[in-house]
């Protein structure tokens, strides 16, 4: 299943994101990806993350509130 971390600025998502990366060295970095306003392929990113293996996790900052489907999605999570 796939995941959406909701964090609360863009530092704090690309740091999560580093951090969940780091844990699974074996994805080579796509194991989680950050989407935010400032993205420049944020589109890709989501589309992606729809149709694609990977990546598993989704870091997001304001991007995401309704209107995005993935039937895979099996964990949110919210920082504060």
Known sequence: GK????????R????LADILNNLHPEYSGR???????DVRNAHEILEKFQYQPYPKIL???NM????????????????R
């Open 12 to 15: 704090q998502a690309f740091i």
């Open 59 to 61: 870091v997001n900052v």
């Open 31 to 37: 194991y989680a990806a950050v989407l935010t306003s």
């Open 3 to 10: 995941g959406v971390v909701f964090a609360t600025d863009k």
């Open 64 to 79: 995401l509130i309704s209107g995005v489907y993935t039937g895979e999605i099996i964990h949110v999570a919210i920082c």
